[in-house]
Each structure stands twice: as C-alpha cells, then as structure tokens.
C-alpha cells in the first residue's frame, strides 16, 4: 500500500512540474511570435521604403515619342507647363517647331 501511495505521489509530482514546463514554454513561445510580426513588420516597412526608393519618374518626349527618366531629360519652361526632351537636338527641334 505505501508503494502505491509513493507511486501516486510520484505520478502527481510529475504532471505538475510538467503542466509548469508547459506553461512556461507557451509563453516563451507566445513572445517569440510578437517578435517575429514585429520583425517581419520591420522588414515590410524597409521593403517599401526601397521601392519608393527605386521608383523612378518618368517624363514624356513628344518629338521622339518616348519615356524616359525625369532627372536626365532636357527640359523647355513655357506658361503651359514643362516639355522634356531625351536630348537637346529634340529640344532644339520642339522649339523649331513652336516659333
């Protein structure tokens, strides 16, 4: 009889101090998720960062009928507005043809 009472004492033991492991372990696994969104926030956040970064505005050439990047176009400032231009004989040639 006392061996069975030792051994329910034991078993009792037991699921308690492993009910206690598991908890902690829920947890820690709990804060290891919110870190993870958090990081993977993070890197969402960056990743739009550099596509606005890299997005490049482009302008339109009407003489050559073409796109090209904002920052290397050749532009004429009328009242109507900016013309850009792919180079300066298409700008030479817009101004030609305007007067």
């Known amino acids: 009889m006392d061996f069975m009472m030792s051994m329910v004492r034991i078993m009792v033991i037991f699921y308690m101090v492993r009910m206690i492991f598991s908890a902690f372990s829920r947890r820690k696994n709990g804060r290891a998720e919110v870190e993870k969104e958090k990081d993977a926030a993070h890197i969402n956040r960056v990743t739009e960062e550099q ?12 003489v ?15 009242q109507e507005g900016t013309q ?10 817009y101004i030609h043809q305007k007067n």
């Open 51 to 62: 596509q606005e970064k890299t997005a490049i505005e482009t302008v339109y050439d009407k």
């Open 64 to 78: 050559c009928d073409v796109y090209l990047p904002k920052d290397k176009a050749y532009q004429v400032v009328e």
């Open 84 to 93: 850009y231009f792919c180079s300066w004989d298409c700008r030479q040639q």
